[in-house]
């Protein structure tokens, strides 16, 4: 293995306030790249393949996705193509890469001045100011997700298992495997209880583990919970101080892609299905129940990522069709607009103050900033050479309205971007090939506040 690192700068300015960030599979097989479906894709008709009782993790997963992933003989630094700003407004741009050639990025995470990032090379490497600080490995598949919380840190694996680790008090360098969910006692106690076994597919299980790859984590606003969602088309709930499971539900009829939770114990969960469903948390002394209270998307490009604003008045969701769509906390969830910016698949979305951003399969990073509910595309990150699959955020201390902004990618690199929210809004001039719109009317959508994709004109975007 070859360890690059690549910068304009010689260390990355130190930050806080990890941002909202999830992500979730592109749900694109490599056997469908046949030159016919290439050009699909370039017309903007990614979207979900039907639903496949019989299908496996391993069908739709971006682990296949190869041909994205080509080397280059050009340096990894690319500068961004923007258009010089004015010299008095802050620059939109690229501080740095982090290469470790050793897989695929599929995950990250980001916590004062650390980044974590996951591939499917089962190592979960730490870089601290642009350079590899640590490492550690697990004896699993690749990482999918990664939260943070206090002292320790939750993976998500191809596996099916959700480990925990610990930071070593005596060496921050070290950290160690403090345990797995669900734990091996409780795999025991109930696995000689017949009642315990539900019927997934073909195969019974335990209630309390998953039986497909955790496809994505995410923390209730408490911090005491922790949220999974899998292929196996469930939602699981963990209390962090037992390391148990409290609850198990089938959340919808394909693989979940992105859950995210928010305030007022609302919890969103998208999923391969086409749909975003609301979940109200119920709490009635010790025992903590979830609730459906509103489907808010029907339609038939898979829902790929979910980001909520730091406030949870704004809830984001990407999906397969390339566009992201948004409803409105204040206003009962009702639909607020279609952000359209990317020609392939939205593969993750992160919010942080008052911007947006969204990574695709088309491989740029939209900045879009929020005033309302007017979105304006500020910027257009490029400079990978494969999709981008996951991002993290964090408040740039050193300078106001100003955040860092990593994306890590299926060109098996991660890369650093500082972002303002005071750079101009892009013109037809700086938008290159790209050509971000924004759509504010509602339509006439239901009194619900869900939306369906069925009244826009356009062919089947299935593949």
């Known amino acids: 293995m070859r360890d690059r690192m690549f910068s304009?700068?010689?260390?990355?300015?130190?930050?806080?306030?990890?941002?909202?960030?999830?992500?979730?599979?592109?749900?694109?097989?490599?056997?469908?790249?046949?030159?016919?479906?290439?050009?699909?894709?370039?017309?903007?008709?990614?979207?979900?393949?039907?639903?496949?009782?019989?299908?496996?993790?391993?069908?739709?997963?971006?682990?296949?996705?190869?041909?994205?992933?080509?080397?280059?003989?050009?340096?990894?630094?690319?500068?961004?193509?923007?258009?010089?700003?004015?010299?008095?407004?802050?620059?939109?741009?690229?501080?740095?890469?982090?290469?470790?050639?050793?897989?695929?990025?599929?995950?990250?995470?980001?916590?004062?001045?650390?980044?974590?990032?996951?591939?499917?090379?089962?190592?979960i490497r730490v870089w601290?100011?642009?350079?590899?600080?640590?490492?550690?490995?697990?004896?699993?598949?690749?990482?999918?997700?990664?939260?943070?919380?206090?002292?320790?840190?939750?993976?998500?694996?191809?596996d099916g298992k959700i480990r925990v680790w610990r930071v070593s008090t005596k060496d921050p360098k070290v950290h160690k495997r403090a345990g797995t969910l669900p734990t091996l006692m409780d795999i025991f106690k109930y696995s000689v209880i017949p009642k315990n076994y539900v019927q997934v597919r073909k195969q019974k299980t335990l209630w309390i583990r998953h039986s497909d790859a955790v496809s994505c984590l995410s923390l209730s606003e408490d911090k005491k919970l922790l949220y999974s969602a899998s292929w196996d088309r469930t939602l699981k709930v963990w209390r962090i101080e037992t390391s148990k499971c409290i609850e198990s539900i089938h959340a919808h009829d394909d693989a979940v892609n992105s859950v995210v939770a928010s305030v007022e114990g609302l919890l969103y969960t998208g999923a391969a299905d086409g749909t975003v469903k609301v979940w109200k948390k119920e709490q009635s002394g010790k025992i903590i129940k979830h609730s459906l209270v509103q489907t808010l998307l029907k339609q038939e490009s898979a829902v790929t990522a979910l980001a909520v604003s730091a406030s949870g008045s704004i809830v984001y969701c990407g999906s397969s069709d390339g566009l992201v769509n948004f409803w409105e906390r204040e206003k009962q969830l009702s639909h607020g607009g279609v952000l359209k910016g990317h020609r392939l698949a939205v593969l993750c979305l992160a919010a942080a103050g008052n911007l947006v951003f969204s990574g695709s399969a088309d491989k740029t990073i939209c900045v879009w900033r929020r005033e309302g509910v007017i979105h304006t595309c500020l910027s257009v990150l490029a400079g990978h050479t494969g999709p981008v699959k996951c991002l993290a955020v964090e408040e740039d201390r050193e300078r106001s309205l100003r955040w860092i902004v990593y994306s890590g990618s299926l060109d098996k690199s991660v890369k650093v971007w500082g972002v303002s929210e005071q750079a101009p809004e892009l013109t037809p001039m700086t938008m290159h090939s790209h050509t971000p719109k924004l759509i504010t009317d509602a339509d006439s959508l239901p009194s619900d506040g869900s939306y369906s994709s069925s009244s826009r004109p356009g062919k089947d975007r299935r593949h």
């Open 8 to 123: 304009d700068d010689t260390s990355l300015p130190r930050a806080s306030n990890f941002g909202n960030g999830v992500h979730s599979d592109p749900n694109i097989s490599a056997n469908a790249m046949s030159p016919d479906v290439l050009h699909e894709y370039k017309m903007r008709n990614s979207s979900a393949s039907p639903f496949d009782s019989s299908r496996i993790s391993g069908e739709g997963s971006p682990m296949t996705m190869s041909p994205w992933n080509q080397t280059t003989a050009s340096s990894p630094f690319t500068k961004s193509p923007f258009t010089p700003f004015e010299d008095n407004l802050p620059k939109n741009g690229l501080i740095g890469s982090l290469i470790r050639e050793e897989g695929h990025i599929y995950s990250l995470a980001a916590t004062r001045d650390l980044l974590y990032t996951g591939s499917d090379s089962k190592n």
């Open 128 to 158: 601290k100011n642009l350079k590899e600080y640590t490492g550690f490995k697990s004896n699993s598949g690749l990482v999918k997700a990664i939260v943070i919380s206090s002292e320790k840190l939750f993976t998500g694996h191809q």
